[in-house]
């Protein structure tokens, strides 16, 4: 009695095991560029998974496959715009250089950041109506931020050291003032430039305005005047 040959299984394609997570990290990162579009063109509300796969040119169930939830997918995209804002801040750029000099690179990137990625603005003032719920528990984000306190910390304490800084500088109030300084003229440009009857995306204009604030924060920084207040003690410290 003649026996059955069990069929030969196809030998898998060569190099096709390193293909596969390749892939993978690619498809994650098409949905995340096409869920970053939406989310800030339309919200967290307004934006659709279904959209946000037509928009990355996958099967809806390959969102859900790497991002589990429509939350999810926004929490990673929130995750990006920090990721690349603080790229572009970069604060081991700012070593070399002595506390004038690198307070003004700090103070120009952070504003060029706002400038050359307008969708971070949209996103930031979506997660804010929503009173960064959404936010509050991913610890990851918060962490993107210990190296650029820590570089403000070393740069006032070199210039106070070389007696061109004043002592009585508070990190986080300072990096909100700094921050705030280059985020409004984004976030404003076309009210203000209606309502001033300017253009704010001049070059010209913007250059201007990017010396601006860096001598403002400097004068800060080198002068006198009224400190930031101290912050609350947190509970249980």
Known sequence: MATRQRPKSAKPEPGAAARQPRDAVRTREKILNAG???????????????????????????VFHHFG??????????????????????ETQLEGLGPVEGMRRLVIDTFRG?????WIIRLMNEENLHRAR????????????????????????????QGLFRADVEPV????????????????????????????????????????????????LQGGGAPFPTPPARDGG
């Open 69 to 90: 939830t429509k939350e999810g997918l926004y929490l990673a995209v929130q995750m990006r715009m920090y990721e690349r804002l603080r790229r572009r801040q970069n």
């Open 114 to 118: 706002f400038r050359e990625m307008p």
């Open 134 to 161: 959404h936010i509050r528990g991913a610890e990851a984000i918060p962490a993107l931020y210990n190296p650029l306190l820590a570089a403000i910390e070393r740069l006032v304490a070199a210039g106070r050291e």
């Open 36 to 62: 970053l579009r939406e989310f800030a063109a339309n919200g967290y509300s307004g934006a659709s998974v279904e959209a946000i796969a037509r928009r990355s040119g996958v099967a809806k169930g390959l």
């Open 173 to 220: 109030g300072f990096y909100v003032a700094l921050s705030g300084l280059g985020y409004f003229y984004q976030s404003n440009r076309y009210t203000l430039g209606t309502v001033l009857q300017v253009d704010l995306g001049e070059e010209a204009r913007i250059a201007a305005y990017e010396e601006l604030i860096a001598d403002m924060v400097l004068a800060y």
